[in-house]
């Protein structure tokens, strides 16, 4: 018995040291672990990429913009100078035409045979005149020799102005017929296009009173607008230094698509809205613009020298207004509050808060703040 108890404190004895040699093992591996991991450097901290751009400074134009619409410089109802049926439609609906093309024909007998008996009764007149000059002319010697009384000398003087007379009448009457035959043919009186015919062939039409078509003259065209009396002050001072050319754009456009200029500015402000009515004419050789379409304007008054352009992407909006992100000292963002100016293409002008020399970020703009470092990119060239 005393034997097993002192077997069994050795064996006790034993796995402690042996539990003793695993702690110290531990505590050796956690010394060892401790340094390894003080010897490794910490990851440097991320900075963001920016792409910036110089401040471009350049000469830029002034323009005003307005919505505008179309009207035409004439617009026309056509209808007939003389009664008759309806023989011929010469243009068909909608055709552009030229001036003196022939658009409608009235019947022309009833004014060709007119004419004709206007002629023959000229004819008449004529032959008339002849014998009552001749009988003159023999009255005129007969009277001189005392064989002619003056009584039938005065009356042969009578019948010759008398048949002068109706000879004039009828070459009136003749050139009447003459117009209301040529009439009969409705022509354009100017180049333009027509519309819907009102007027079937064969239908009886009354001077004045039966409506063929209409004609509208759509090259050169008018562009009304109406700008406000604050402009109005700019728009005079830009048409004393000289024409003021006007660009037109239909909607959803960014470039022209007509050109013309300034001619018109009304005399009166329209007390209700303050606006004045002003008018370009437009060259319109295509038929792009028609009557009624509503437009866009754009005006150039002026050119604007050494303005200060930037991306208009690199605006930012706070409550403290516009603002752009500058790269500052150090490569570190800068905050710059600037009030706006015109606008050329993708850029536009800043007139303050940058300078020249500065160098905007255009992007990752939501991504960082003032005073946060960045690395800037190669330079962008930007828009011209």
Do not use: C
Request: glycine share 8%; proline share 6%; net charge neutral.
């Amino acid at each position: 018995m005393r034997k097993w108890k002192i077997a069994l404190g050795a064996a006790v004895a034993l796995g402690a040291i042996s539990m003793a040699s695993v702690h110290l093992l531990d505590m050796g591996n956690l010394s060892l672990n401790a340094g390894t991991a003080a010897a490794t450097p910490a990851p440097a901290a991320f900075v963001m990429p920016v792409p910036v751009v110089n401040v471009v400074k350049k000469t830029i134009p002034i323009y005003l913009d307005y919505a505008a619409r179309v009207e035409s410089i004439r617009s026309i109802t056509l209808q007939a100078r003389v009664p008759g049926y309806l023989e011929e439609q010469s243009a068909d609906d909608g055709s552009d035409v030229k001036k003196g093309d022939l658009l409608y024909k009235i019947a022309p007998q009833d004014f060709q045979a007119a004419l004709d008996q206007a002629k023959a009764q000229v004819q008449r007149d004529t032959a008339t005149v002849d014998y009552a000059r001749s009988n003159l002319g023999r009255g005129t010697e007969l009277a001189k020799s005392g064989y002619l009384a003056k009584d039938s000398f005065d009356q042969r003087t009578s019948t010759l102005r008398e048949a002068e007379a109706s000879l004039a009448v009828n070459q009136a009457a003749m050139r009447t017929a003459e117009l209301n035959l040529s009439y009969a043919e409705i022509k354009a009186p100017f180049a333009g296009r027509i519309g819907r015919n009102q007027a079937s062939i064969g239908t009886l039409v009354s001077v004045a009173g039966t409506v063929l078509n209409t004609l509208v003259q759509l090259d050169p065209i008018y562009v009304t607008f109406n700008p406000s009396e604050t402009d109005l002050a700019q728009l005079e001072e830009a048409r004393a230094a000289g024409p003021v050319d006007v660009d037109v754009l239909l909607p959803g456009d960014t470039e022209p698509r007509q050109k013309g200029q300034l001619t018109f500015i009304d005399n009166t402000i329209d007390h209700s809205t303050g606006t004045i009515t002003a008018r370009a004419t437009i060259g319109n050789a295509k038929f792009t613009l028609l009557p009624g379409q509503y437009v866009r304007v754009r005006l150039h008054i002026k050119e604007q020298p050494d303005a200060l352009m930037v991306p208009q992407v690199a605006l930012g909006s706070s409550q403290l207004g516009k603002y752009l992100y500058v790269l500052g000292k150090g490569n570190t963002v800068d905050q710059r509050i600037v009030s706006l100016g015109p606008t050329n293409g993708d850029l536009i002008a800043i007139s303050s808060g940058i300078a020249e020399g500065d160098q905007v970020i255009t992007g990752n703009l939501q991504k960082i703040g003032p005073g946060m470092p960045v690395s800037p990119l190669p330079q962008q060239k930007p828009a011209s």
